[in-house]
């Protein structure tokens, strides 16, 4: 996606030169902080989120003069991180920076590592010491940060003059909104922020996202229209690439039934869409695993087919894959597909929906200029019969799990009640662990929502952060932060920025006293893991209302509407601590796989028998 915005004013004064015929030429000469700001303003850049120590200030000084870039504090440099990761994800580009003093890096580390995994676009601005220092144990020595994070970068410079920051600026900028997305990291040397330039600041422009070759959409259009039982098998890359337009058009033209992966895929189609099968994986929908089993092609667009997704890789996938992705790095990395494309996946669903309503109206040509016969497709009709049953089914089973009389409270009827209350169009950020599994399955996605959080990484306590960046990207959404007791621990300074910068999110507490992945995940390996025990006496409540922020605990089901419709009526954000059943079992989609912990197929624990999976191990 390219930027209109436009070169900053220039705002330093222009020395004047000779050239070697003795005319006079202007010379723009800026110091470094200002060709940083001023490089981040043509670049696309919006906002700074950050946590400033040591020498920082010095570059601060040149990003927000005159307003250049709007600019948000963290609490720490790792909630700041997380909100500039949520910005993006929602901007779809490096739309956002995060800045840190030097030692201050390895703090934000866990995002830059989220980014890598997620393919997210992040851009990490560190300030460190001068180059001098390197030999002589300052305080906070970070000579080692460059050689920590390059592993987990996309793109990393270590900057100690300032002559070509322009370039840059915009190479990282360039380098993590495209291709497959990911973290830019600048290490900079204190000392190039009061060197200067004469290099000019030039507007970015990103790069056309990649297309497929036109043969090869030919071959996968030809390859869906044969298949009796085809299935499009959507992942976070068609979000991250804006195309959920595309891919409901390609849908509904050709008939072909949707399944999206375990969440990086979720809300992509709302749940009640005919063509929509449900999420996949152990913690997704038995629908939409069957669905995949049951089909004989897979078209797979945006998805790294991840553990989480295809139940530890134990689905049975079909003769015929087709494998897109805007990393060919993706491509055959874990089986060999009969056909893959290495392409940004919105850009490939324009192009296959644009060749199918030529070939199915007769226009496309067949290549010696003139109209080709129109084609027909497979008949579907009895395929999406059987898919609209399964799913029905499944809906049934899931509906069985809301029991609205438990007290503590049962968690799907909570998740159930807040997806009847809330505004249709919500963006809902889980964090990880229990209460995330069970948000992504069981909230009911009316409209295309907008994916704030990565598909595989899921670091615990991001999710406050994460929900702030997504509604500092998108102000007119409501947002809410679904979050963990145990996550919440992270987090929770973070309430007190919601007060001072008058940032409305609803914070929901799914509070069992407990971690409960980590817990469910140790008993069925028959170990007792005190540490998954959290304690009952914190009152989550108390503590925001300190920071400022108004709430209520929530200990009965007839508690949840009236409480959620004062958080949203409440001018600024509430804090909904909501005491749920630390007992709920994590219901699976899939029988005899243990979706996370060891090998995909246990020899041992509540398993003995060896699950075989139908991919290469």
Same mark, same amino acid.
């Given at each position: 996606m390219s930027t209109d915005q436009s070169v900053a004013p220039e705002t330093t004064t222009p020395d004047e030169i000779t050239d070697a015929t003795d005319t006079v030429v202007s010379e723009i000469r800026r110091e470094g902080s200002d060709a940083i700001a001023d490089s981040l303003v043509a670049s696309g850049v919006e906002m700074i989120f950050g946590y400033t120590g040591g020498s920082v200030p010095a570059l601060a000084r040149s990003l927000f003069a005159e307003e250049k870039l709007q600019e948000?504090?963290?609490?720490?440099?790792?909630?700041? !991180?997380?909100?500039?990761?949520?910005?993006? +994800?929602?901007? @779809?580009?490096?739309?956002?920076?995060?800045? *840190?003093?030097?030692?201050?890096?390895?703090?934000?580390?866990?995002?830059?590592?989220?980014?890598?995994?997620?393919?997210?676009?992040?851009?990490?601005? %560190?300030?460190?010491?001068?180059?001098?220092?390197? =030999?002589?144990?300052?305080?906070?020595?970070? %000579?080692?940060?460059?050689?920590?994070?390059?592993?987990?970068?996309?793109?990393?410079?270590?900057?100690t003059d300032a002559g070509d920051l322009?370039?840059?600026?915009?190479?990282? &900028?360039?380098? !993590?909104?495209?291709? @497959?997305?990911?973290? *830019? &990291?600048?290490?900079?040397?204190?000392? !190039?922020?009061?060197?200067?330039?004469?290099? =000019?600041?030039?507007? #970015?422009?990103?790069?056309?996202?990649? =297309? =497929?070759?036109?043969?090869?959409?030919?071959?996968? /259009?030809?390859?869906?229209?044969?298949?009796?039982?085809?299935?499009?098998?959507?992942?976070?890359g068609v979000h991250i690439s804006d195309g959920a337009e595309e891919l409901r058009e390609l849908a509904e033209l050709l008939g072909v039934p949707v399944v999206s992966t375990s969440w990086g895929g979720r809300g992509l189609l709302p749940d009640a869409h005919p063509l929509y099968a449900g999420a996949s994986g152990n913690f997704g929908w038995r629908s939409a695993n069957d669905t995949l089993q049951r089909s004989d092609m897979w078209l797979a667009v945006g998805t790294s087919f991840s553990q989480m997704s295809t139940?530890?890789?134990?689905?049975?996938?079909?003769?015929? %894959?087709?494998?897109?992705?805007?990393?060919?790095?993706?491509?055959?990395?874990?089986?060999?597909?009969?056909?893959?494309?290495?392409?940004?996946?919105?850009?490939?669903? *324009?192009?296959? /929906?644009? /060749?199918?309503?030529?070939?199915?109206?007769?226009?496309a040509s067949n290549g010696s200029g003139s109209a080709a016969k129109s084609v027909v497709a497979a008949d579907t009709t009895a395929w999406r019969e059987e898919i609209a049953g399964i799913k029905a089914e499944w809906l049934t089973e899931m509906s069985s799990w809301y029991n609205g009389t438990e007290v503590p409270i049962n968690q799907y009827f909570l998740i159930k009640t807040l997806s009847d209350n809330l505004p249709e169009d919500t963006l809902v950020v889980a964090d990880s662990g229990g209460n995330a599994f069970g948000m992504y399955r069981?909230?009911?996605?009316?409209?295309?929502?907008? /994916?704030?959080?990565?598909? @595989?990484?899921? *670091?615990?306590?991001?999710?406050?952060?994460?929900?702030?960046?997504?509604?500092?990207?998108d102000?007119? @959404?409501?947002?809410?932060?679904?979050?963990?007791?145990?996550?919440?621990y992270y987090d929770f300074a973070e309430l007190s920025n919601l007060t001072q910068r008058? #940032?409305?999110?609803?914070?929901?507490?799914?509070?069992?006293?407990?971690?409960?992945?980590?817990?469910?995940?140790?008993?069925?390996?028959?170990?007792?893991?005190?540490?998954?025990? #959290?304690?009952?006496?914190?009152?989550? %409540?108390?503590?925001?209302?300190?920071?400022?922020?108004?709430?209520?605990?929530?200990?009965?089901?007839?508690?949840?509407?009236?409480?959620?419709? +004062?958080?949203?009526?409440?001018?600024g954000?509430?804090?909904?601590?909501?005491?749920?059943?630390?007992?709920?079992?994590?219901?699976?989609?899939?029988?005899?796989?243990?979706?996370?912990?060891?090998?995909?197929?246990?020899?041992?624990?509540?398993?003995?028998d060896v699950i075989e999976g139908s991919w290469p191990s």
């Open positions: 948000f504090g963290g609490r720490t440099e790792l909630t700041a !991180a997380w909100m500039s990761y949520g910005y993006n +994800r929602v901007k @779809r580009r490096a739309a956002s920076a995060v800045v *840190s003093w030097a030692v201050g890096a390895l703090h934000v580390a866990p995002a830059v590592y989220g980014a890598k995994l997620d393919g997210t676009p992040l851009l990490v601005l %560190v300030m460190n010491n001068p180059p001098a220092y390197e =030999a002589r144990d300052p305080l906070q020595d970070a %000579v080692e940060v460059y050689p920590s994070l390059k592993p987990i970068s996309k793109y990393i410079k270590k900057v322009p370039v840059i600026v915009r190479q990282a &900028v360039k380098e !993590a909104s495209t291709g @497959r997305f990911g973290p *830019s &990291v600048l290490d900079l040397a204190q000392t !190039a922020m009061y060197q200067t330039t004469n290099m =000019a600041v030039e507007e #970015l422009h990103l790069p056309h996202p990649p =297309a =497929a070759r036109a043969d090869d959409v030919a071959a996968v /259009l030809e390859l869906l229209l044969k298949a009796e039982r085809p299935v499009i098998y959507a992942g976070a139940g530890s890789w134990s689905l049975k996938k079909p003769d015929t %894959v087709v494998h897109v992705d805007v990393d060919q790095r993706e491509i055959a990395k874990i089986f060999q597909p009969t056909l893959g494309l290495a392409a940004d996946a919105k850009e490939f669903l *324009s192009q296959l /929906l644009d /060749l199918a309503r030529r070939k199915l109206s007769g226009t069981a909230f009911e996605y009316k409209t295309v929502t907008p /994916l704030a959080t990565g598909g @595989r990484y899921m *670091s615990l306590g991001a999710g406050l952060p994460v929900a702030m960046g997504a509604k500092l990207a102000p007119s @959404r409501t947002v809410v932060s679904y979050h963990g007791d145990g996550g919440l008058n #940032l409305k999110i609803i914070v929901i507490i799914d509070n069992n006293h407990c971690l409960l992945a980590n817990r469910a995940s140790a008993k069925a390996s028959g170990i007792d893991n005190p540490w998954v025990d #959290l304690p009952q006496t914190t009152d989550f %409540v108390t503590v925001a209302k300190g920071m400022g922020v108004d709430g209520e605990r929530v200990e009965t089901p007839d508690q949840i509407v009236p409480a959620l419709q +004062r958080a949203l009526a409440a001018e954000s509430y804090v909904l601590d909501v005491h749920t059943e630390p007992g709920l079992r994590i219901m699976r989609a899939l029988s005899g796989v243990i979706p996370i912990v060891g090998d995909r197929t246990p020899k041992k624990g509540h398993l003995t």
